[in-house]
């Protein structure tokens, strides 16, 4: 007789079952971690001389680039829980950014534009629900042809303003133009105190970045980061996330909004007003995409400029599909996705984000190991593969080209898609056309 | 009650007439408020397309357009979205640009030949990946193509515009200029045969001819092969096509690899009789106006080249509107964004009077059905 039952699974937990077990939060703190770990490992290890990846900088900068992305992709996910799909965002973010502008200049408050940009948006959405709710007209066409009708209606109405002889309230816009805003500043920026030296305190986490520890100072650095010149708009963005979770998972109207994307014909038969509902969902994510847009002006350029949207809103789709529909992930996609447009600024020689080649051909490497462990080979070899040519280009070059950043965002997109397609779980009727009583 | 027929004329061609004039009186209402005469700057915009030079325009700027809403177009027949028309045109001009750059002296019609064929492989080839892409990996198309858009013009064309530029220093430097040989002859002679001599330089594309090449291949294949019809069916009921026979991953392959070839000639009236080379200024957006005007034309050939005409008056007209100052120039961008919306919406309320119609003609025909058999008993 065999000690050991042959047929018996292994009780054991793998570390992936004990990784999976934990909590939401902690599983992302870990993530988090692991992430800024390699980072460190490659900036002493590896044979770039930089510590642009973990610079207190580099990070405050991540942080300020991931918020439109995070709001485009929370904009997208109110849209898409209630079942449109809203590729009308980059539009209504680009409505965002003209009446985020005109807010803070006409009313001269930041807060001013911080509304204004969030209403601009929501009449986005709302031409949106319009057309798809109402009309029943296929969600993409509507969305296209928002993206083709915003930056018209942008540029007409900065037009306008630029000739009007008045200067004082609707019509203020001096010093600006056809294609450019007056000065639009931002709202008040914080340190915050003890951790990182706001009023005059003790700067805890800059003391220990400037310690030189190995991983300890680079999360210390990152966190410093996060943490100095925070502006109130960032916090207001970031708390959006268990805001929105809490609103689509804990009331009765998420449930409602989320049945929508789901089975809205069981909705209709429990008496929910599917079609309110969906204009419900679409005006919050053409808020959402409006906020987006009044960060960029407020926040990142201090001005509105035609054409400073950049395909923000796209980004912001893929951070929604990468995150799985739901507002934590949606918050490490954008992070993920902001980051190399980070390093586009920051790093002028192109060796911080050479260093980041070989970040993402350790990433591979682990996408490898995983598939084969599941016995997936065709995976495998891809990730495998895919993981060799980073790594040789790594090796073969000194510095990356300049185009590489302004790029791996959506080659990451395309990449997660590959090999996450299959777990990906999309509300069930997204996308459809939902006609009351057929 | 009207005729069936004539109502059913009157449905078809009234969605896009009523768009166009729900456009019309909304640009009005913009016009207004902002203080100019909408009537100044209608008249001025008409007067202006009367011109035998702005004829010319609006052909050259429709020519694109006309190839770019085809190449949508046969994606939407198969409820394929091919955002990635955009990029795939860009991509396709600018290898099409290098390639003809680079051999000189052959001879001319060889040379534009290579330039087209060039255009048409790297068109497809990049939409070919979104194909593959979604085939293999069930990647909806719309994402893939957006992200295809940004990796074609913002990491392929941006590094190898350096390294294959004629002259690095340049502020604006591109490819080698191509070759008097590798260019399209312009139809200015053959349009003034029927007019007079056409004046300010103005040249006639000749990329038009491969405009309407293209839109009667379009025509015949999509009604007229056998293929065609597997699209046709694929788009109407994918269950259906399937169970009928027709592989839908394979269909799908075809469908972006025709549309992504198609979209490599959209930029070829910019290469071959205009810029004659790719540069940072090379022109951008025709891929998502072909979009709207493959809607507005409701993916029929001759409706398509209305919306493409549409649309060429409309960017010509925003010249005039500047010169003479009756009106902002941004109104035409607003108009067209209107005319879609209120199109496609027309549309819809059409398509859905249309369904009523046959529901209750089905209805009738029904009752006829069940009374005839008792009238014949008695």
């Not at chain 1, 000739?163 to 920026?189: C, H, M, V, Y």
């Not at chain 1, 996060?226 to 998420?254: D, N």
């Not at chain 2, 191509?178 to 200015?188: A, C, V, W």
């Amino acid at each position: 007789m065999s000690p050991v039952d042959p047929v018996a699974p292994d009780l054991k937990p793998t570390l992936f079952e004990r990784y999976a077990a934990l909590s939401a939060p902690v599983r992302w703190m870990t993530s988090a971690a692991i992430g800024i770990f390699v980072l460190s490992l490659v900036q002493t290890v590896g044979r770039d001389d930089t510590t642009v990846l973990t610079e207190p900088g580099t990070a405050g900068a991540m942080l300020r680039f991931a918020v439109p992305i995070l709001l485009a992709g929370l904009g997208g996910l109110f849209s898409e829980r209630a079942g449109v799909v809203n590729i009308g965002l980059e539009g209504m973010m680009i409505l965002g950014t003209w009446f985020g502008a005109w807010g803070t200049v006409n009313f001269g408050s930041p807060w001013a534009g911080l509304v204004c940009g969030l209403v601009g948006g929501a009449l986005g959405g709302l031409l949106h629900a319009i057309a798809t709710v109402s009309f029943g007209v296929d969600h993409i066409i509507s969305g296209v042809a928002i993206n083709i009708l915003t930056p018209g209606l942008a540029r007409f109405a900065s037009d306008r303003l630029s000739e009007a002889d008045r200067n004082s309230f609707p019509t203020k816009w001096e010093g600006g133009s056809i294609t450019q805003s007056p000065r639009a500043g931002g709202l008040p920026k914080i340190n915050v105190p003890y951790l990182a030296g706001g009023n005059d305190t003790y700067n805890l986490l800059g003391e220990i970045d400037d310690a030189n520890i190995f991983f300890v100072s680079d999360v210390a650095g990152v966190l410093e980061g996060f943490m100095t010149q925070l502006s109130l708009f960032t916090v207001i963005a970031f708390a959006l996330v268990p805001v929105s979770a809490v609103l689509l998972w804990k009331t009765r109207m998420g449930l409602r909004i989320r049945i929508c994307g789901e089975r809205p014909e069981a909705g209709e038969s429990l008496g929910v007003n599917i079609y309110l509902y969906k204009y419900v969902g679409v005006i919050m994510s053409g808020a959402m995409a409006g906020l987006a847009g009044a960060f960029i002006v407020m926040e990142l350029s201090n001005v509105y400029r035609e054409g400073q949207t950049q395909g923000r809103g796209f980004i912001g789709l893929a951070a929604l599909i990468f995150g799985n529909w739901r507002p934590v992930g949606i918050m490490l996609g954008s992070l993920l996705f902001g980051y190399p447009f980070v390093l586009a600024l920051r790093d002028g020689d192109g060796v911080g984000t050479h260093a980041l080649l070989l970040v993402i051909a350790i990433a591979l490497t682990a996408v490898m190991a995983w598939s084969i462990r599941q016995a997936n080979r065709t995976d495998a070899t891809i990730a495998g593969g895919l993981a060799a040519t980073v790594l040789l280009w790594w090796a073969m070059t000194d510095v990356a080209p300049d185009w590489l950043p302004n790029t791996m965002p959506y080659a990451t997109v395309l990449l997660v898609l590959v090999f996450m397609s299959q777990r990906l779980r999309m509300p069930a009727a997204d996308g459809q056309i939902y006609r009351k009583g057929e | 009650m009207t005729h069936p027929t004539i109502r059913r004329i009157v449905l078809t061609v009234g969605a896009p007439i009523s768009a166009v004039f729900f456009a019309v009186l909304l640009s009005s209402l913009f016009l207004l408020i902002s203080g100019s005469s909408p009537f100044q700057a209608y008249i001025d915009m008409i007067e202006n397309a009367s011109r035998l030079e702005t004829f010319v325009d609006i052909l050259n700027e429709a020519t694109p357009l006309y190839i770019s809403a085809i190449a949508a177009a046969i994606g939407f027949r198969m409820n394929l979205f091919n955002i990635g028309v955009e990029g795939q045109y860009l991509l396709a001009a600018f290898f099409a640009a290098a390639v003809g750059g680079y051999f000189a002296g052959l001879p001319p019609v060889l040379h534009v030949t290579l330039i087209l064929i060039v255009s048409v492989l790297v068109g497809a080839a990049y939409a070919g990946l979104a194909g593959a892409l979604k085939v293999t990996r069930g990647i909806n198309e719309v994402i893939s193509t957006i992200m295809l858009n940004f990796i074609a013009v913002g990491g392929i064309i941006a590094w190898l515009i350096r390294e294959w530029a004629d002259d690095t220093g340049a502020t604006n430097s591109g490819t080698t200029p191509i070759d008097e040989s590798g260019r399209m002859p312009s139809l200015n002679g053959l349009l003034e045969v029927f007019t007079r001599e056409i004046s300010k330089g103005r040249e006639l594309t000749g990329v038009l001819l491969i405009a309407i090449l293209v839109g009667i291949t379009y025509h015949l294949f999509i009604n007229r092969t056998r293929i065609g019809f597997d699209f046709r069916a694929s788009g109407y009921n994918p269950m259906a096509a399937r169970a009928g026979g027709i592989p839908p991953k394979r269909m799908v392959m075809y469908a972006m690899l025709l549309s992504g070839g198609v979209a490599g000639l959209v930029g070829m009236s910019e290469v071959l009789s205009q810029r004659y080379k790719y540069d940072q200024s090379f022109i951008q957006g025709l891929g998502f106006n072909g979009i709207a005007i493959a809607l507005l034309g409701r993916n029929n050939p001759v409706g398509i080249a209305i919306g493409a005409l549409l649309f060429g008056f409309l960017n010509a007209s925003s010249g005039i509107l500047q010169i003479t100052g009756s009106a902002t120039p941004e109104i035409v961008q607003i108009m067209k964004g209107i005319i879609v919306l209120s199109a496609v919406i027309a549309y819809e309320a059409v398509r859905r009077v249309k369904l009523r119609d046959e529901a209750r003609s089905a209805a009738e025909a029904t009752e006829r059905m069940s009374t005839e058999p008792e009238e014949a008993l008695a």
